[in-house]
Nanobody, 128 residues
């Protein structure tokens, strides 16, 4: 069975850092888009990072570019999201996802409905 398991969330002060992990099983890891999404209270789910798992090519929206870094460990079938200089508006449930075709737009920064498999989420809370 396809399983994505996130970890690493927690509560931090503004300006702090966290690193989230997502372990993939039950699905071929190579040549897949992996996405990181977040959904805060009263907000729609939005992509914060994407990565193609054959070489680690990353994509970011402008809202997190320069603060968030997505990376992978192929041997561990794990993707990471390192979040620096966190802001209160980053408070959200963070999810990893996979199952999106790279060939939709030759990127891995997509909409939630383009991903087939999702993890359970990990909560990130940033206080001021």
């Amino acid at each position: 069975q396809v399983q994505l398991v996130e970890s690493g969330g927690g509560s931090v002060q503004a300006g702090g850092s966290l690193r989230l992990s997502c372990v993939v099983s039950g699905l071929s890891y190579s040549h897949n888009c992996m996405g990181w999404f977040r959904q805060g209270p009263g907000r729609e789910r939005e992509a914060v990072a994407g990565i193609f798992t054959d070489g680690g090519t990353p994509w970011y929206p402008d809202s997190v570019k320069g603060r968030f870094t997505v990376s992978e460990d192929i041997a561990k079938k794990t993707v990471y999201l390192e979040m620096n200089n966190l802001k209160p508006e980053d408070t959200a449930m963070y999810y990893c996802a996979t199952g999106r075709s790279f060939w939709i737009d030759r990127s891995c920064l997509g909409r939630p409905d383009e991903y087939s498999y999702w993890g359970q989420g990990t909560q990130v809370t940033v206080s001021s």
